[in-house]
């Protein structure tokens, strides 16, 4: 990020996240309950995420490995040994009364990702990442639905104890357009590791902390590197209930405006946890949060240490996106966009470099980024849909490279029947009649146009050039669409010269 002095009569924002991330395992963290979504509620439960007396936790093999990966990809420092504690408070949605989470000797801490925002590249500290157990889901019902005017209340333990990665950052965002950039390239990470589904609902969770510190108090420091005194001194909002990296963009837009709002006014800014309501686009002050002293952490004597020496190092990660991004560019020499949008997930890069590896890599870059791509989006399919037909897309992509069809029907003709009705791109051909037409049957055509037109030729001699375009239209319709439209306006204009 290029350095941004503050001046005078300048408010710097400054946010912290913690995300909340559902990690990808077949069952929960503490016991052998599947993870699978249900609707029917308290389906997927047993003594132990019920909090019976007398049952005990097994750690899930499967989650910590999930979280070595992410240590591992931010590049985070994963001790040989830690431990898990009980965070202690009451609520329904958590049977045992205590969560089990680590404390102050988490699996990763001091970890760092790279984000892009407006062509800026900046590095966003990651102080820790913990593992510990989802409570169950709460459902009100009833009168206003809301958690203070429902009727009454469902409890659902099928959640309870899945396993999360709490993610906290250190106060290194100056921007809601920061957050949203760090979340997408977080979504991205994780899918990458495997430990993620961005399309299930609720697995990305985040708090954001945000403050507004007033120039006079960082005067002249650089806006990246505001000191902690500042910090300290200014009061902050906490926002909770944000459940995309949309959703946070607007939440903190919203809290950022308020907030300014009432300093300029010569306001206090009250310290609170707000929720944001995202119906209503709207943060709402909510009763004021426990404080970390009220959770009276204990050890969780249940779980004994975990160790991951020895075990850490053999765990491998994939190329991550950034290094994928990277390599797209020098290896296949394409464009920035390209290489980002061919690397937003790895089944789309998968894909590509599949194409690529048969073909034109420029040439599979703009069949897989642009025209696939589009018109999976415009059918809300995913690129999985199509995951077993990749010798049909390289045969699309050669048809186009060596001729044989436009690019035109290629697009619009051919994909969108593979897509829509599963025929292959040779049978689309064949049924549609789409082979390109042979240079001489263009000729014949131009030929033919030039006899049956005589008023548009004539227009066309009297300087009217928009009258190549009636001609080219009528050539098209003899060659059924076959024809290059580039080429028969140039085999027009040579047939009129003469
Ligand atoms: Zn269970």
């Excluded at 010569?266 to 929720?275: C, D, F, K, L, S």
Aim: hydrophobic share 35%; proline share 4%; aromatic share 6%.
């Amino acid at each position: 990020m290029t350095a941004q002095t503050v001046q005078q009569g300048d408010l710097v924002t400054v946010i912290g996240l913690e995300v909340h991330v559902q990690l990808e395992t077949d069952t929960k963290i503490f016991c052998g309950c599947s993870t699978e979504r249900t609707d029917e509620p308290n389906e997927n439960v047993c003594p132990v995420c019920l909090g019976l007396p007398g049952a005990l936790p097994v750690l899930n093999e499967a989650a910590v490995e999930a979280a070595v990966k992410i240590g591992k990809a931010i590049d985070a420092d994963i001790p040989e040994e830690t431990r898990f504690h009980r965070k202690n408070y009451y609520y329904p949605d958590l049977p045992k009364n205590f969560q089990i989470t680590q404390y102050d000797e988490p699996i990763c801490a001091d970890g760092e990702l790279e984000i892009s925002v407006e062509g800026d590249r900046r590095t966003v500290t990651v102080e820790r990442a913990h593992l510990e157990e989802d409570p169950g889901s709460l459902q009100h019902v009833g009168g206003g639905g809301g958690i203070d005017s429902a009727e009454y209340t469902l409890v659902d333990y099928n959640r309870a104890g899945t396993p999360l990665m709490e993610i906290v950052t250190a106060p290194d965002f100056r921007s809601p357009a920061e957050v949203r950039a760090f979340l997408a390239e977080l979504e991205e990470v994780l899918e990458y590791l495997g430990v993620f589904d961005a399309e299930r609902d609720g697995s990305l969770r985040i708090d954001a902390n945000l403050s507004i510190i007033p120039a006079e108090e960082i005067d002249g420091e650089d806006t990246a590197e505001i000191g902690a005194e500042a910090l300290a001194a200014a009061n902050r909002t906490e926002v909770k209930n944000i459940s995309s990296h949309k959703g946070a963009q607007k939440a903190l837009a919203y809290e950022e405006t308020r907030q300014k709002n009432a300093i300029q006014r010569g306001r206090a800014v009250e310290q609170e946890t707000r929720h944001w309501d995202e119906s209503r686009g709207i943060t709402v002050s909510m009763r004021s949060k426990e404080e970390e002293k009220d959770y009276r952490y204990f050890e969780e004597a249940d779980l004994p240490p975990l160790r991951v020496s020895g075990w850490k190092e053999e765990i491998a990660i994939p190329e991550l996106p950034t290094a994928r991004r990277e390599r797209f560019e020098d290896e296949y020499g394409l464009s920035d966009e390209a290489a980002s949008k061919l690397t937003s997930t790895k089944q789309v890069a998968d894909f590509y470099e599949d194409v690529a590896g048969e073909y034109d890599p420029d040439l599979a870059a703009t069949w897989v980024a642009d025209n696939l791509l589009g018109e999976l989006n415009y059918r809300d399919m995913e690129i999985t849909a199509i995951e077993g037909r990749l010798e049909e897309v390289t045969r699309l992509v050669e048809l186009v490279a060596t001729d044989e069809i436009t690019a035109k029907n290629a697009r619009e003709t051919v994909l969108r029947s593979m897509l829509d009705d599963g025929r292959t791109p040779d049978e689309v051909v064949a049924e549609e009649g789409l082979g390109k037409t042979g240079e001489d049957e263009v000729k014949r055509a131009v030929v033919e146009a030039v006899e049956e037109n005589p008023d548009a030729v004539a227009d066309y001699e009297s300087g009217d050039d928009g009258a190549i375009n009636f001609l080219v239209g009528q050539v098209m319709q003899k060659t059924g669409g076959s024809a290059d439209p580039g080429d028969v306006n140039q085999l027009l204009r040579a047939e009129l010269e003469d």
